[in-house]
């Protein structure tokens, strides 16, 4: 992993960002707003063909302004639950690529960079000792948070396809299985599935996950197919499954060292993505 062009602090050597400010009319002061480059944690290697981002390693961002911050403090976008994705979406320059098509982790990447160029590097967030349960703030650096190493595709048994998806070997079915990784879309339809149904329905959102993920089934695409095998899928296949998604997807690592004002303890925690992220107090 490189030293410094990982992470989602500047990295050295490069400009940090691009400002200009001229005259219009003798009179008037036109600025553009300081904009910054941001490594995406994929590099474009699993977009298809076509895709405003296939193999590309960076997307250029613009540094957030009044405008965003009104976005995010729109009541009307928080209720609905898009606040953040429209914010985004007004920041990324190149407009033919859209929030909802972002997969996951690159979009990961591009909140932390915008929450930077908004508020600082510097997070403060209420957490729980996990020793003493002593609860208290504590201070994250954001900039120090660094992309995820990818993992070696065939020591874990996975295959990647020219169209940017994924196949496996289920161990128990023995049946190959051809999967994607969720994007931005999928995310905002999950949630607001989840905040349409009852604490009883909503038990089978983990399943409803494997229907999104699951591209065809020994060959054979068509959904239904998909679906009645993922309704029969072994529990033992799902687990293998979920666990071979995590670590093929790319993602912004989280985990930063946490240590314990009160009573010293030290470990590893994941960075707590709460509303204090975007609106802190």
Known sequence: MRDNEDRFAVPQGQAPMHSHTHLEGGDQLSFSSPTEMVDLPSKGLLYPLGHPLHNKETLEIKFMTAKEEDILTSKA????????DRMLQNLIVDKTVRVEDLLLGDKNALTIAARISGYGEDYEVGVTCPECETKGKHSFNLSSLEVKE???LSEIGVSKTEHGTFTLNLLRSSVDVEFRLLTGKDEAEMVQQASSKTVKK?????????????????????????????????????????????????????????????????????????????WPK
């Open 77 to 84: 976008l928080i209720k609905k639950g898009v606040a953040i």
């Open 202 to 278: 909503q038990e089978d959102n983990s399943t409803s996950q494997l229907k999104r993920l699951v591209v065809s089934v020994n060959g054979n695409s068509d959904r239904r197919v998909v679906s009645q095998f993922v309704d029969s899928m072994p529990v033992i296949d799902a687990k293998q499954l979920r666990a071979v998604v995590k670590r093929v997807s790319p993602d912004v690592n989280m985990q930063q060292d946490f240590v314990c004002a009160s009573c010293g303890h030290e470990e590893e925690m994941e960075v707590p993505f709460t509303v204090e992220f975007f």
């Open 150 to 152: 990818t993992e070696d």
